[in-house]
C-alpha cells in the first residue's frame, strides 16, 4: 500500500490471557477501544492529516472494531466484513466461555449493564454519540447475517448524529464466515482513497446492496 500511511493495530485484550484467540478488545473495566481511537488521534496529528483521510478497516472481530473505532475518530470511515456487532451472540459457546472466564471475570449479561459499549456496537454509537460513515460487507450465508441486518435496521432508527453513508453490501463472491481476498480487500481501500467517499464502493462489491 505504498499510497497510503498504515496503522495495524492488534487487540490489546489479548495480552491478558495467553490461551485466548480473539477477545474483542474486551476488559474487565477499561475501556480499550477508546486508548486505541488516542493513539490514532496521535498518529493523525503527528502526520498533518485530517479525521476524513482515515478508514478503519477489518474484518470479523477487526471489522467490530473498525466500526467502534470510527465511531470514536469523527469524521473518519469504516469498512467492516463479516464483523460481530454482538460479541455475546457470536456462536462460539467455548469462545464466550473463554472470554468471561479467562478475560472478563464474570458474565456478558453482568459485564452489559456496566460497559455496554463493549459488548455492542449500537452502544457504542451511543456512548460515541455519532453514527460514522461505513460499509458493512457480509454473504447471506455467514453466521450473524441476521445480526447484521438487525444492526442496519437499528442503525437506521437511531435518533443520534449521523454522518455519510451507512451500507450493508452483501456479495455473491464469498459464503460464510470468511474475509474477501487480499486483492479485492485493497481495491476497495484504493477505491474509498481516491474518492474518500464510500457511496461509490456498491459499484464494487461483486454483488448488491441491502
Excluded: C
Aim: no cysteine.
Amino acid at each position: 500500500m505504498p499510497n497510503q500511511h498504515v496503522l495495524a493495530i492488534s487487540d490489546p485484550a489479548l495480552g491478558l490471557d495467553d490461551e485466548i484467540r480473539g477477545a474483542w478488545y474486551l476488559h474487565p473495566s477499561h475501556d480499550l477501544m477508546a486508548d486505541m481511537a488516542n493513539m490514532v488521534k496521535e498518529q493523525i496529528a503527528e502526520l498533518g492529516l485530517t479525521n476524513e483521510s482515515v478508514l478503519f478497516y477489518g474484518s470479523s472481530l477487526g471489522g467490530f472494531g473498525a466500526l467502534g473505532m470510527a465511531s470514536l475518530v469523527p469524521g473518519s470511515s469504516a469498512i467492516a466484513e463479516i464483523p460481530q456487532i454482538d460479541v455475546s451472540l457470536w456462536p462460539s459457546p467455548g469462545s464466550i466461555k473463554a472470554m468471561e472466564t479467562r478475560i472478563l471475570k464474570t458474565s456478558f449479561a453482568e459485564h452489559r449493564l456496566k460497559h455496554p459499549e463493549m459488548v455492542d456496537v449500537r452502544d457504542r454509537f451511543k456512548k460515541s454519540n455519532l453514527v460514522p460513515p461505513f460499509v458493512v460487507i457480509s454473504n447471506e450465508t455467514d453466521m450473524s447475517i441476521d445480526v447484521q441486518r438487525k444492526f442496519m435496521d437499528d442503525v437506521y432508527g437511531f435518533q443520534l448524529p449521523k454522518r455519510g453513508q451507512q451500507q450493508l453490501l452483501l456479495t455473491e463472491q464469498i459464503s460464510g464466515h470468511y474475509a474477501l481476498s487480499r486483492e479485492d480487500a485493497l481495491s476497495l481501500i484504493n477505491r474509498w482513497s481516491v474518492n474518500a467517499d464510500l457511496d461509490v464502493l456498491s459499484s464494487v462489491v461483486f454483488g448488491r446492496s441491502a
